[in-house]
């Protein structure tokens, strides 16, 4: 019997300017990814669609305990500025 869970990871900022994106498909295909906090509460897993962000701590128990779905790669992280 397969197990499903419903998750709502944390927002902790969105896409930078750096992500590289093919709107002409759904969802979205992300080639470059760069993540721009503007917090973050230390969640382990974030999101900013159509992208996941996880730490590499979450990401080698995920490989660890070979689960599938989803594909692991670098991302870019920035810190926004405030404009002051």
Do not use: H
């Not at 979205?28 to 962000?53: A, I, K, Q, R, T």
């Amino acid at each position: 019997m397969s197990m499903f869970y419903y998750v709502e990871p944390e927002t902790a900022g969105g896409l930078g300017d750096g992500t590289v994106m093919d709107t002409a498909v759904t969802p979205p295909y992300v080639s470059v990814l760069e993540y721009e906090f503007s917090g973050w509460m230390g969640d382990e897993l974030l999101e900013s669609f159509p992208c996941f962000v996880v730490t590499l701590n979450l990401a080698r128990a995920l490989k660890q305990n070979q689960f599938t779905g989803f594909t692991l790669d670098t991302v870019g992280i920035k810190k926004l500025t405030s404009l002051r």
